[in-house]
């Protein structure tokens, strides 16, 4: 089996008391609602062993993930608790989704069909949940569809609902009028099935943005992602909670060399030295997830200094201007996202620079940057127990 090296060129670290912290603010702003915790795409780039092992500490017993095969992963790795499919799914899936006990989110009539058809014969009603289109435009039925899909006989012969849920697309806007009036057809879809006499013990609506800024959209469930690892994306304007990023990334430089006025660094020579510079060159590229669009435009901490990347990114290997930091050196920490001395680069810092949103700059963390845990301290086990 691969050990990662002892000195990893690069590598990321994770605050997991942090990441409590950020749980512990979900549980201020939705004190009624049970928590799932989104841990799809390794946890965000976190790690999605870690996270989920560490939030079953902190009394989380439910977790949201992308594809069957992010589910089967957690369960090879004996997580036992309910795990929600929550992308799309393939008829040809179904047998290894129920082989591990995993939940579907069902979002169509022949969907069904096909999971009711999976389920064994003889088994206990398998718990589904059913998702609602409100104004996402991806998956889900029609809010005046639901009477009908769940009356369906194979629905009705095999399957339990154990949750009803919708997905905001704009939470984090400003512009308030499209979350209200999804938040508004979810209502009625809830009400006509509870007008028929059904009723669904789990349902939710709430993202990072929901749960932060709409009261209405907390029910009895919640569904955060991005605001466990620390960041949200409401506008400054918006009233936010006190989240810490928990992870940090950084490379040792690798090598230095002076360059004279005129010469060039890297690919196409898009940086041309303006002054005899010191070039630091950091084991960190577009392969391990640091954009080629933070060419000429990221910058890193190297000596409590913030210092530009020049020149183009390159697969394996960035450039960065270190003429101006006393004492630089073979071996110093470059901090690419975290904190040195009062400087501090956040994965939104590097989201502006490459003009994307922060949840790709930290999905895109690369396999091979190892990654290191910050393990729980046990004041912030019980006091997030206990919310
Ligand atoms: C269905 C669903 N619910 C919840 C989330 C979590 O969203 P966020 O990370 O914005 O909290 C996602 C993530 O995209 C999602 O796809």
Redesign the pocket.
């Known amino acids: 089996m691969y050990t990662p090296s002892q000195f990893p060129p690069t590598s990321v670290s994770v605050d997991l008391n942090a990441l409590a912290q950020n749980l512990a603010q979900v549980r201020r702003l939705a004190p009624r609602s049970e928590v799932l915790a989104?841990v799809?795409a390794n946890a965000?780039g976190h790690g999605a062993l870690e996270v989920t092992r560490t939030l079953q500490r902190l009394a989380v017993h439910r977790f949201?993930v992308?594809t069957v095969d992010e589910g089967i992963a957690l369960r090879q790795a004996d997580i036992h608790d309910a795990i929600l499919v929550?992308g799309p799914t393939a008829p040809a899936q179904f047998p290894d989704l129920i082989a591990h006990r995993l939940t579907p989110v069902l979002y169509r009539a022949d969907m069904v069909q096909a999971f009711a058809a999976a389920v064994l014969p003889d088994a206990a009603p398998y718990s589904v949940h059913v998702k609602i289109e409100t104004g996402m435009g991806r998956l889900g039925i029609l809010p005046h569809e639901m009477p009908n899909l769940i009356a369906m006989p194979a629905f009705r012969a095999t399957l339990r609902l154990e949750g009803l849920m919708t997905?905001l697309a704009d939470a984090d806007n400003t512009e308030t009028t499209h979350t209200e009036k999804q938040l508004a057809e979810f209502q009625q879809t809830l009400d006509t099935l509870h007008q028929s006499g059904r009723s669904c013990p789990l349902t939710h609506a709430a993202?990072?943005?929901g749960i932060i800024k709409y009261p209405a959209s907390l029910y009895s469930l919640v569904?955060?992602?991005?605001?466990l690892y620390g960041y949200h994306t409401l506008s400054n304007a918006a009233a936010t909670p006190e989240l810490t990023p928990i992870l940090s990334w950084k490379a040792m430089i690798a090598h230095l060399h002076n360059i004279q006025a005129g010469d060039s660094v890297s690919y196409n020579r898009t940086f041309i030295a303006a002054r005899r510079s010191k070039i630091a060159v950091l084991p960190v590229g577009y392969a391990d997830g640091y954009n080629r669009l933070l060419s000429n435009r990221g910058m890193v901490l190297i000596g409590g200094r913030r210092v530009p990347v020049v020149g183009r990114v390159c697969m394996d290997m960035t450039m960065v201007d270190v003429t101006d930091v006393p004492g630089v050196h073979i071996g110093q920490e470059a901090i690419l996202v975290g904190q040195q001395g009062q400087e501090r680069i956040t994965a939104a810092d590097l989201a502006t620079w490459q003009q994307t949103i922060p949840?790709e700059v930290l999905c895109a963390i690369g396999q091979r940057v190892s990654r290191h845990y910050l393990p729980l301290l046990s004041d912030n086990k019980t006091s997030s127990q206990n919310p």
Request: aromatic share 12%; hydrophobic share 40%.
């Open positions: 989104v799809k965000y949201g992308a929550m997905h993202n990072s943005a569904r955060p992602g991005i605001m949840y």
